[in-house]
């Protein structure tokens, strides 16, 4: 079974802070991806990596960044936390087997509040 | 750009009746994938079903179908013989090279089962 775990499933944090969300997948995926979700809004993409130490920008990028240093863990990085970063982190990973489709898989999310 | 719509931000049906839910696209590219995720109460993201671009048959997962037509840019997700477990939220998402890039998802929709 894939699985793709989160490191925290509830966050708080204070608004400044420098907030870090670890994603670890255990089955050798080229693919990693952060959304955030908010309701209303469905799932945004905040960035993704095709391979270590890659990383693109996806919708929403500001005010976050990204750390891909092994193939297994991408990390999602708050610079500096503000309110408006108060939302569900939920992180995926996904393969490319060449010209067929495969699901991405995804963690179990995590809820993150900025006071 | 691609860009998904679901049209229908909650829904009430009863058990064992069929259920049909919402959703169109846009994109410009001529290879994507079209899939169904479901987010129970608990927050976990399953992935439901796929529908390639170029496949010519509706794709079939036990009792979701997909709705699959090309000209009119829709996806809608068929739900046969309803369940109370069926009870969640429902994401239509899109990517390119037939999904094995980054997905768009829509906003979602909320199915409540009635028993």
């Known amino acids: 079974d894939v699985k793709v775990t989160q490191s925290s499933r509830y966050l708080v944090k204070r608004t400044g802070e420098k907030v870090f969300l670890e994603c670890v997948q255990d089955m050798d995926h080229e693919n990693m991806f952060w959304y955030r979700q908010d309701p209303g809004l469905g799932l945004r993409l905040i960035y993704f990596?095709?391979?270590?130490?890659?990383?693109e920008k996806g919708d929403i990028p500001e005010g976050y960044s990204v750390s891909r240093e092994k193939k297994e863990r991408f990390s999602l990085i708050l610079e500096s936390a503000s309110t408006n970063q108060t939302s569900m982190y939920l992180c995926a990973s996904s393969f490319s087997p060449g010209g067929e489709s495969t699901e991405a898989f995804f963690g179990q999310g995590t809820r993150l509040t900025v006071v | 750009a691609q860009k998904i719509t679901q049209t229908q931000p909650g829904m009430f049906v009863q058990e064992k009746e069929a259920v049909t839910l919402d959703c169109t696209y846009d994109?410009?590219?001529?290879?994507?994938?079209l899939f169904w995720y479901k987010q129970p109460s608990s927050g976990e993201m399953i992935f439901l079903i796929y529908q390639g671009s170029y496949d010519q048959q509706n794709a079939t997962e036990g009792r979701y179908s997909l709705n699959f037509q090309k000209a009119r840019k829709s996806a809608n997700l068929v739900i046969s013989a309803s369940q109370l477990g069926d009870s969640a939220m429902y994401f239509c998402?899109?990517?390119?090279?037939?999904?094995?890039?980054?997905?768009?998802f829509g906003t979602g929709t909320r199915l409540t089962i009635i028993p």
């Open positions: 998402a899109m990517g390119s090279n037939f999904g094995n890039e980054k997905l768009t």
């Open positions: 994109t410009s590219d001529p290879s994507y994938g």
């Open positions: 990596s095709y391979d270590v130490k890659m990383k």
